[in-house]
Nanobody, 125 residues
Framework: VQLQASGGGLVQAGGSRRLSCAAS????????MGWFRQAPGKEREFVTS????????NYADSVKGRITISRDNAENTVYLQMNGLKPEDTAVYYC???????????????????WGQGTQVTVSS
């Protein structure tokens, strides 16, 4: 399994950014994709996740209403649309896949089997 995250960069506060995560190497019909982030000096934290099969989603409270996760099953790609970005959103964003999540995507990082390389998002004030 390979996960390729892209789309990071520098954005001003209040701006938007869309991250992508392209997955390859197997079928993902029973899996879920998650996004996590890690800011300097902080622990990695859950952002959002989505089930490939059901489309069910989970969001961290800190990003609800500002971030939307979506998937393109045909392309095996998951997107993270981030709006209203804040300086505290600055972090390295990682995508990850939980191969056995079923219809309900998990929020716990230890459930995820494979991780992408991360993409840096920097929000300037």
């Amino acid at each position: 399994v390979q996960l390729q995250a892209s789309g990071g960069g520098l954005v001003q506060a209040g701006g938007s950014r869309r991250l992508s995560c392209a997955a390859s190497g197997r079928t993902f019909s029973g899996a879920a994709m998650g996004w996590f982030r890690q800011a300097p000096g902080k622990e990695r934290e859950f952002v959002t996740s989505i089930s490939w099969s059901s489309g069910n989603t989970n969001y961290a409270d800190s990003v609800k209403g500002r971030i939307t996760i979506s998937r393109d099953n045909a392309e095996n790609t998951v997107y993270l649309q981030m709006n209203g970005l804040k300086p505290e959103d600055t972090a390295v964003y990682y995508c990850a896949v939980d191969l056995q999540s079923g219809h309900y995507p998990d929020t716990r990082s230890w459930r995820y089997d494979y991780w992408g390389q991360g993409t840096q998002v920097t929000v300037s004030s």
